[in-house]
């Protein structure tokens, strides 16, 4: 069983709609959360961080981790056509190894 | 702030080179720079961990004689990719820890895509 899954999609939605992107994962220490958006042939970029359970909110984004059922979310509100990218969630025990999903490719049709 | 760039962005190579890349911290001192593989639509997989001035990690199943890591200093962290197979042919993306900021936000470079022949 890999340590986190994530729906690879792709997710395509209209703009404006609200989009709910999810990663369900084993290791019950996980304890850091991480939501990185990626571009096509680009670095991934951190979106949002979260330590433990509970929600966090930034903008149009807003992280939600859940650990009694090892699942983590990410929401976002009014989407937009830049937002179409790949998006990636990340989770640790520790500060120095992260375990990765393999991304749900999200496009955001005009 | 908290860039992080790498070099070169793409590079090909024959069968049996040495590929040096590099990561750079650009506006921060980096303790720790990591190095990434990601293959097309498969998540990114931690090859190794390496500080400043001492020995990198390896994650187990890498190979420290292949992937040669030097974290030479707080904003430069080189991988060398020695004798190189077109089984090596991916994207290798770097990422680094600030010193000031929480200690698990890594900020990534844009990668580097490699392809042997």
């Known amino acids: 069983q890999k340590e986190v899954e994530q729906d690879p999609g792709p997710l395509s939605v209209p703009e404006g709609a609200i989009v709910s992107l999810n990663c369900t994962y084993s290791n019950s220490a996980f304890q850091y959360f991480m939501w990185y958006r990626q571009y096509s042939r680009k670095g991934p970029e951190l979106l949002m961080y979260?330590?433990?359970?509970g929600n966090k909110e930034d903008g149009r984004f807003t992280a939600q981790v859940d650990k009694s059922s090892k699942y983590i979310s990410l929401f976002i509100r009014d989407s937009q056509p830049s937002d179409s990218a790949t998006y990636l969630c990340a989770m640790s025990v520790s500060v120095n190894k992260f375990y990765f999903g393999s991304g749900t490719k999200l496009n955001v049709k005009p | 702030g908290a860039v992080v760039s790498q070099h070169p962005s793409r590079v090909i190579c024959k069968s049996g080179t040495s590929v040096k890349i590099e990561c750079r911290s650009l506006d921060f001192q980096a303790t720790t720079m990591f190095w990434y593989r990601q293959f097309p639509k498969k998540s990114l997989m931690l090859m190794a961990t390496s500080n400043e001035g001492s020995k990198a990690t390896y994650e187990q199943g890498v190979e420290k004689d292949k992937f040669l890591i030097n974290h030479a200093s707080l904003t430069l962290s080189t991988l060398t990719v020695t004798s190189a197979h077109p089984e090596d042919s991916s994207f290798y993306i770097c990422s680094a820890r600030e010193l000031t900021r929480a200690a698990n936000e890594q900020f990534f470079g844009p990668g580097t895509r490699l392809t042997v022949l």
């Open positions: 979260t330590y433990s359970s």
